[in-house]
């Protein structure tokens, strides 16, 4: 599976909400909760399932690059015995076992990696794949924020998971801070209406239930698709040019966003090829919900600014039309 299509569409897909996720045995089982009530460590996830350890999870599988940065950030990146493909920041998760990617897992060596809890993000693939954990009764955590308001939620819970609530609070406090920041920077700004371009063969966007939106929306940015019922829906070249979007913002490698681009410069009377707002994010940043998601924030912010000024560029230098005089 190529790089590209993990880093965009892993993010993207319709996304498992209707999904059933595994829930810990040591959760379900109430001669557990009541034989060791002091003992027990609860969270809820982010499909609303409790989760509970009778200790600190020592022994933990990532099974998503988001999955692996959030739990370094958590102070916990130590713990982590196995993850995919992909999981490549901080540099110290380059070292970590593979046990699979996007597309298939290698239930052996996770089994054979004595997990004590794994944290997913799931989606129809893993669900099949993920039966044999789930007879285990290995604790599960699904990890899906879907607002920036989140990432610091699940930063605490995975350090109560842990045992490094003292750091992953750290971690979510500076998010919060960081990020009340630039929402309120940008609160008052005007408007722009933005085309938010996750893939090109097939063009996928994303609506507003995607915490992509949530930045887009905190930036002051109208998302042309936002009331669109599926996460991720597939529109037409033709749906763009008739909303005529002011920004359209690409988030992928550098090499990948050029071509993702380069289709709509061949079209003049698109508003955001006049005005030169055509822009590409780093898509790492933008598509793993995790703590660089601010550094992503930024930089979305920053591109509707360069766009409102754009704006003002082009109605100053704009020449009215003078009537002849007979």
């Not at 999904?19 to 027990?40: D, E, F, G």
């Not at 999981?87 to 290698?106: H, N, T």
Request: hydrophobic share 45%; glycine share 4%.
């Amino acid at each position: 599976m190529n790089t590209t299509l993990w880093r965009q569409l892993a993010w993207v897909a319709i996304l498992g909400s209707s999904l059933p996720l595994p829930v810990s045995a040591a959760s379900a089982s109430a001669s557990a909760v009541i034989a060791a009530p002091a003992a027990q460590l609860t969270v809820t996830d982010d499909l609303g399932r409790q989760v509970t350890l009778s200790k600190p999870a020592q022994r933990v599988i990532s099974l998503a690059p988001h999955v692996t940065e959030l739990i370094f950030a958590a102070g916990a990146g130590d713990k982590i015995v196995a993850t995919v493909s992909y999981s490549d920041f901080p540099e110290a998760a380059k070292a970590i076992p593979r046990i699979g990617d996007l597309r298939q897992l290698d239930m052996e060596r996770i089994l054979a990696a004595k997990p004590d809890l794994v944290v997913v993000w799931m989606h129809g693939a893993f669900d099949r794949q993920l039966e044999l954990l789930k007879q285990s009764g290995v604790p599960f955590f699904f990890s899906e924020p879907h607002q920036m308001e989140h990432i610091p939620e699940t930063l605490s819970k995975l350090g109560i998971l842990m045992g490094t609530s003292k750091k992953a609070e750290l971690a979510a406090a500076d998010f919060r801070l960081q990020w009340q920041q630039i929402a309120s920077r940008y609160a008052q700004k005007p408007v722009v209406r933005t085309f938010y371009q996750v893939w090109n063969k097939p063009l996928y966007t994303l609506n507003e239930k995607h915490i992509i939106n949530d930045v887009l929306r905190s930036c002051g940015g109208e998302n042309i698709y936002g009331k669109l019922t599926t996460t991720a829906p597939v529109v037409s070249i033709e749906s763009v040019l008739q909303e005529n979007p002011e920004l359209i913002l690409a988030a992928e490698n550098k090499k990948r966003t050029s071509l993702m681009l380069e289709q709509w410069k061949s079209f003049p009377t698109l508003l955001a090829n006049k005005n030169q707002n055509l822009v590409a994010i780093d898509g790492d940043l933008m598509n793993r919900p995790g703590p660089r998601m601010i550094e992503g924030a930024r930089a979305m912010c920053e591109a509707l600014e360069q766009a409102r000024q754009h704006r003002q560029s082009a109605s100053q230098s704009a020449t009215p039309v003078q009537k002849v005089k007979s």
